[in-house]
């Protein structure tokens, strides 16, 4: 995880400076706290193309509280890994805020996640073995990973009016090392994911998000297998 101090604000902060902390610090989220300094919600780089970009509001008069995800889904300081990533997998989300007695003490992340359960793959061969031979569950926590990352970048290119076809290569989930996924596999199981669901399309090297897709993805981003 990452540690506190973390950046936060307040929930009457404007979007505006937010914005400009999350880009002068290289963060991709900042966790609201309320007028007791208690946690209350979190701002993603999701939530201000979705509730900023995409409702034309202005980031100067628009204040934290106006986008920010909330109520804060969050995790005990005592909780194990597996519990980690089985709220992150519900939820849908790739950012855990860790609080005791509401105080923040960090923030777990998908990343954080898959380094974990990479050493302790390289500490025990037998892991690996373990994780080659359940391919159904590795499809699908990619597909998962592939198609959050998808919806990101086709919110981002459309509100940069940018092309909304994607190189595959460019995704983050196909690098993810503790599956050790050769190109083989990517485009074998999204091009199984193409004719079993008809969610994206495979043209060559690159990737689109279909019409069925996106009614998905506004209905629910969750369960995309």
Known sequence: MTPAPLDTANLTDNVDTIIRIMTIKNKSSVVILNALKHPEGIITERDIVRRLVFESKDAKLTQAADIMSSPLISINDDALIYDATMIMSKHSIRRLPIIKDNALLGIVTTTDLVRALYQE???????????????????????????EELC???????????????????????????????KPFIFQTLKEYEQDKGFVRIEDDAVTITSKGLLKAKESRRDWD
């Not at 061969?125 to 499809?139: D, E, M, Q, V």
């Not at 509100?159 to 994607?166: A, D, I, M, Y």
């Open 121 to 147: 793959n390289r500490k025990d061969g037998s892991l690996h073995a373990i994780a080659r031979g359940n391919l159904p569950r590795n499809k699908k926590f990619f597909i998962w990973n592939f198609m």
């Open 152 to 182: 990101d970048k086709y919110e981002e290119a459309r509100s940069n009016n940018l092309t909304t076809v994607f190189k595959i290569k460019d995704f983050k989930s196909t690098e993810l090392p503790i599956f050790a996924q050769s």
